[in-house]
Nanobody
């Protein structure tokens, strides 16, 4: 079992910044990657960014490249998503999740990010 707790969402104006945190606990040693997903109303959940625990390799969706940065803190078992230059289209519920291989099987409860125009 793995538990994930997100924090850091909120309301911000266009061009502003937020940092999301995801604290993992439980059997985290067997995990391959941590990812941040988002889901806007009426849209499917999509992968925003991913980081591999072992080597720190990252992936970003095209829509956030150059604006978002994912990072990890081994000692704290925590993953962060620094979001800069936020746009109204970034408004969504953001979820962190953890995977074995390519399968994301544990999810956090989600945190709302709202970007006002």
């Amino acid at each position: 079992q793995v538990q994930l707790v997100e924090s850091g969402g909120g309301l911000v104006q266009t061009g502003g910044s937020l940092r999301l945190s995801c604290a993992a606990s439980g059997r985290t040693f067997s995990r391959d990657a941590m990812g941040w997903f988002r889901q806007a109303p009426g849209k499917e959940r999509s992968l925003v960014a991913q980081i591999k625990w072992s080597d720190g390799n990252t992936y970003y969706a095209d829509s956030v490249k150059g604006r978002f940065t994912i990072s990890r803190d081994y000692a704290k078992n925590t993953v962060y998503l620094q979001m800069n230059s936020l746009k109204p289209e970034d408004t969504a519920v953001y979820y962190c999740a953890t995977s074995v291989g390519d399968a994301y099987d544990y999810w956090g409860q989600g945190t709302q990010v709202t970007v006002s125009s």
